[in-house]
């Protein structure tokens, strides 16, 4: 049986959620997701367009709901994001390795948000090198 790190990328939409200013886009979680012909959305109020995709400012100019969202951006930013994934309705939320708050997670929980975090997103939707590797690694120890 999938793991439910394994089954979160079983959807068919995601936003990914960014901040340039702050910390490079996630752009290895991006084009993994754009190859696995996923809907995604990079959400960015600091850029127009990354890797030649469109970016929104916020969840609530997307032209339609997301099954999911990945939040990839400073730690001192994550709480807040986590706040508008909640008010955006969105019940599946990836936090990235590194990056998840005690703040963050307590309101996750509170709006009842299958949440995922403490791992790297970019090995489940990107197989190559190191994140190849570090999949192998986390599969041994019955992590992944």
Known sequence: MASKFEQFWDKKSYALIGHNQTRDFPTLTLKGLLNSSKTVYAIDSSISKIEGEK??????????PVDAAIIEVAKSETAAKVQ??????IKN????????????????????????YGTC????????????????????????
């Not at 508008?84 to 309705?89: H, L, N, R, T």
């Open 55 to 64: 970016t929104y400012s916020s969840l609530s100019d997307l032209p339609q």
């Open 84 to 89: 508008e994934v909640s008010d955006a309705g």
């Open 93 to 116: 939320l990836w936090i990235h390795l590194g990056t998840d708050t005690p703040e963050a997670i307590a309101i996750a929980q509170k709006a009842n948000i299958n949440l995922c």
């Open 121 to 144: 997103a970019v090995m489940y939707v990107n197989g190559t090198g190191l994140h190849k590797f570090h999949g192998w690694i986390n599969k041994l120890l019955k992590k992944y």
